[in-house]
Structure formats: structure tokens, C-alpha cells
Nanobody
Framework: QVQLVESGGGMAQVGGSLRLSCAAS????????MGWDRQVPGKQRESVAR???????SYGDSVKGRFTVTRDNAKHTVALQMNNLEPGDTAVYYC???????????????WGQGTQVTVSS
């Protein structure tokens, strides 16, 4: 089975920075997309950033210019550098990966357990 283990997060002041990291493990053949979603209680989960294994990147409108996603294809890891944080960035952040396992032709989406990010003024 696949595991996505997140680290980082915590608390920051407005204008500050935090970094999230995530590592995928399992009998993985290919990770097509990796990235991050976030969710505030009572609201829909939103996509924050996605990066394909050939380098295409997309960001949610609210984080463009402030957040940067990077990944290491060989290590199956993805990171999110969050700068110039705003109170609206407060949420639980979930690592996401679209993975094809060995001996399985399907590509399936997986999420980590989530890590809290709190931005205070």
C-alpha cells in the first residue's frame, strides 16, 4: 500500500514562512502528480499546488507568487515553501499524489493525513 507522510507546518506570524514536506512510500511505479491541498472546517478542500513528474506546475490563485512547490522524483518527495503567509492560509494541508503502483495499470489519487498550518496576526 501507499503511505504519504507529511512533516512541517505549525504556527507562523503574518508575513512569515513555513515549509511542508511529504514523502511517498510503497511499491510505486510512477508518481504522475504530487502536490498539496488544504481545507478549512466547513469549507471544500481546495488545490494549492500541483507538479507533474515532467515539471508542469499549477497553483491556486490565492497562493500564486507566495508559495513554491518542488519535488524530487527519485525520492518520491514533494515540498511546499510558503512565504508571506496570510491569515487566510490557515488550514489543514494535505499532501496529494497520483500514483501508479507496480503490477497495476491504474493511476490512483492518495492523500496524507494532513498537517495544521496556523497563521496569526
Amino acid at each position: 500500500q501507499v503511505q504519504l507522510v507529511e512533516s512541517g507546518g505549525g504556527m507562523a506570524q503574518v508575513g512569515g514562512s513555513l515549509r511542508l514536506s511529504c514523502a511517498a512510500s510503497g511499491d510505486i511505479n510512477r508518481i504522475w502528480k504530487m502536490g498539496w491541498d488544504r481545507q478549512v472546517p466547513g469549507k471544500q478542500r481546495e488545490s494549492v499546488a500541483r507538479m507533474t513528474d515532467d515539471g508542469d506546475i499549477s497553483y491556486g490563485d490565492s497562493v500564486k507568487g507566495r508559495f513554491t512547490v518542488t519535488r524530487d522524483n527519485a525520492k518520491h518527495t514533494v515540498a511546499l515553501q510558503m512565504n508571506n503567509l496570510e491569515p487566510g492560509d490557515t488550514a489543514v494541508y494535505y499532501c496529494y499524489a497520483a500514483i501508479r503502483m507496480n503490477l497495476d495499470p491504474r493511476t490512483v489519487g492518495y492523500w496524507g493525513q494532513g498537517t495544521q498550518v496556523t497563521v496569526s496576526s
